[in-house]
Structures are given as C-alpha cells and as structure tokens.
C-alpha cells in the first residue's frame, strides 16, 4: 500500500520558517519524481514545487520561487520543502504528491499519489 505522510506543518510569523517533510512507503522512491501542491480554503489546489528523480532538476512557482526549496533524500524515502520568509499568503493545507512522469509537471494529473496533507499557517 502506497503512503505519502507529511510532516512539519504548524503556526508560524510572517517572516519565519518551516521545513516539511513527506516520506513516502510501498514504493520505489527513486522512481518517482515529487511534487507539493497547497491549497487554501475556497481556493483550487496549486503547484508550489517539484524535484526529478534523482533530486538534479527542481521547478517552482513564481510565488515561491527564492524563498522556497524542494530536496530529497532517496535514502530517506523523504523529500522536503524548505519554506523561508514566509508570508500570509502561504497559508494552506501542503500537500505532497508523487509522479511515475520522468518529466516535472505542475498539474495535478500527473500525479499519482498524494499524501493527507498538512496544516501551514502564516500570521501577519
């Protein structure tokens, strides 16, 4: 049975940090490249990052790009998002997702597994 899990979630000050974390069980790691997605309440879900295979080619979306970094750990099983100079607007439910794609995608259907999420909230 595929899990995805994510961990590190929480309340944090505009401006802070946090680091989440996904580890992934039931499947080969390595083969899959990884994803975090966030949605908002009343808000479509929306790609935030994504890392190939092997961890050498990374994608971000505008909103995040320069404060946010993906990183694996194929070890692990574990990939994480690295989330700095937070802001409110980051507030969302961080969901990761893994995909048999040997491509990086930000949609959703490429995406084969996804995890039950986990709660960032950013006050002002």
């Known amino acids: 049975q595929v899990q995805l899990v994510e961990s590190g979630g929480g309340l944090v000050q505009a401006g802070g940090s946090l680091r989440l974390s996904c580890e992934a069980s039931?499947?080969?790691?390595?083969?899959?490249?990884m994803g975090w997605f966030r949605q908002a309440p009343g808000k479509e879900r929306e790609f935030v990052a994504a890392i190939s295979r092997r961890g050498f080619s990374s994608d971000y979306a505008g909103s995040t790009r320069g404060r946010f970094t993906i990183s694996r750990d194929n070890a692990k099983n574990t990939v994480y998002l690295q989330m700095n100079s937070l802001k409110p607007d980051d507030t969302a439910v961080y969901y990761c997702?893994?995909?048999?794609?040997?491509?990086?995608?930000?949609?959703?259907?490429?995406?084969?597994?996804w995890g039950q999420g986990t709660q960032v909230t950013v006050s002002s």
């Open positions: 997702a893994a995909s048999s794609f040997s491509y990086l995608s930000r949609g959703l259907v490429e995406y084969n597994y």
């Open positions: 039931g499947v080969t790691f390595s083969d899959y490249s």
